[in-house]
């Protein structure tokens, strides 16, 4: 939690229980159930949901033919020029600035997604509008995603999986994930989460840590917490490289060239952060040449992946559509923050889940 600083544009202790009606509007398409919850919250609160359509427009995506995307753009402009609390996913900075436009009263945004790599300052800027994310929500998820894919390269079930499929009786000997070194790049909720995993299976973890000053160890579920500097020293010892970081302009292309020449020629990398964290480029030319072992990837440069991408025809790759995060309980997870967040707006006190949209996360 970060507490709001005196004098700051997101103090929001002058608020009354006399004032107006906050008027919220939730700019995805969610069950009534989950509508409703919000609504429960405090009976101050006008809440609002753009329905399937009216979501689509909000994120600037293509409407259905049959649709008059004129009447409905109107219906949405109608609906922000009252809003003063959003909550969605963040929209790119060209429509965020667009939708600013039609929502003079817009106070506060809370963002669906933990990653909000989509919006700058340009989008949102600080001094108008406070952002919140959903930071927390992911971490099971991508922690037990991290895992499988870990256990599949040890288990080398692509290898198998591919042999089903081509009906080919194919023997080999797997590998034990216990022992392994496990290096976790970005120690926040889902890089603890993926290393407290990795310890209950018996391995050992490196992390890097970017408040970290100096190596240290006892304070989180890593063996070793080491600040950035060390980032090869990480690379070079771990058998799974884990890339837990937000994308920022310090994070863009961490991993290049010569990162991955200092990883360990069976060294597997998995990114479940953002694809811009690597260099795609360089990562191919590694898997090809056999300079990493291979690499378990779930987020890309480009999304969806292009068909022409040479990522799709290795075999010592394993990818998915950037599904890590995913889980048939996301909104169910997401809502009680959301939730909370309304009681401290309402209460002026500090929200939780602030972003300082300078830094990117």
């Given at each position: 939690m970060i507490a709001f600083a005196p004098g700051n544009p997101y103090d929001l202790a002058s608020m009354s229980a006399e004032?107006?009606?906050v008027k919220?509007?939730?700019?995805?398409?969610?069950?009534?159930?989950?509508?409703?919850?919000?609504?429960?919250?405090?009976?101050?609160?006008?809440?609002?949901?753009?329905?399937?359509?009216?979501?689509l427009?909000?994120?600037?995506?293509?409407?259905?033919?049959?649709?008059?995307?004129?009447?409905?753009?109107?219906?949405?402009?109608?609906?922000?020029?009252?809003?003063?609390?959003?909550y969605g996913f963040p929209p790119s900075p060209e429509r965020a600035r667009e939708l600013l436009a039609w929502a003079p009263r817009l106070r506060w945004f809370q963002a669906a997604s933990a990653g909000i790599d989509r919006l700058d300052q340009g989008g949102f800027p600080?001094?108008?509008?406070?952002?919140?994310?959903?930071?927390?929500?992911?971490?099971?998820?991508i922690g037990e995603y991290v895992l499988m894919v870990m256990l599949m390269f040890a288990k080398r079930a692509h290898h198998f999986l591919r042999a089903q499929a081509e009906r080919r009786w194919l023997r080999f000997l797997p590998?034990?994930?216990?022992?392994?070194?496990?290096?976790?790049?970005?120690?926040?909720?889902?890089?603890?989460e993926v290393a407290r995993l990795a310890r209950t299976f018996g391995c050992k973890v490196l992390a890097v840590r970017r408040s970290a000053v100096e190596q240290c160890s006892g304070q989180t579920p890593a063996d070793e917490v080491l600040p950035p500097s060390d980032l090869p020293y990480l690379l070079s010892e771990s058998d799974y490289v884990v890339l837990a970081v937000p994308l920022t302009k310090e994070t863009r292309h961490l991993i290049g060239r010569e990162e991955l020449r200092a990883m360990k020629p069976t060294g597997i990398l998995i990114n479940i952060?953002?694809?811009?964290?690597?260099?795609?480029?360089?990562?191919?030319?590694?898997?090809?040449?056999?300079?990493?072992?291979?690499?378990?990837?779930?987020?890309?440069?480009?999304e969806p992946l292009p068909k022409d991408s040479e990522l799709w025809g290795m075999e010592n790759v394993i990818l998915s559509p950037h599904i890590s995060g995913g889980t048939d309980r996301y909104f169910e997870k997401a809502m009680p923050i959301f939730?909370?967040?309304?009681?401290?707006?309402?209460?002026?006190?500090?929200?939780?889940?602030?972003?300082?949209?300078?830094?990117?996360?």
């Open positions: 004032r107006p009606a919220v509007l939730i700019a995805i398409e969610l069950a009534g159930a989950l509508v409703q919850q919000v609504r429960a919250v405090d009976p101050r609160l006008e809440v609002s949901a753009l329905n399937r359509e009216a979501s427009l909000f994120r600037g995506r293509p409407l259905p033919p049959e649709v008059d995307a004129e009447a409905a753009r109107q219906r949405l402009e109608a609906v922000l020029a009252e809003t003063e609390v959003l600080e001094q108008r509008v406070v952002v919140t994310n959903s930071s927390g929500v992911h971490a099971t998820p590998a034990e994930l216990k022992g392994s070194m496990v290096g976790v790049v970005g120690m926040g909720r889902i890089g603890t952060s953002r694809g811009a964290v690597v260099d795609e480029a360089a990562l191919v030319q590694a898997l090809k040449e056999g300079g990493i072992g291979g690499a378990g990837l779930d987020v890309f440069e480009r939730c909370e967040n309304l009681r401290r707006y309402l209460d002026g006190r500090p929200l939780l889940n602030m972003v300082d949209l300078r830094r990117g996360y």
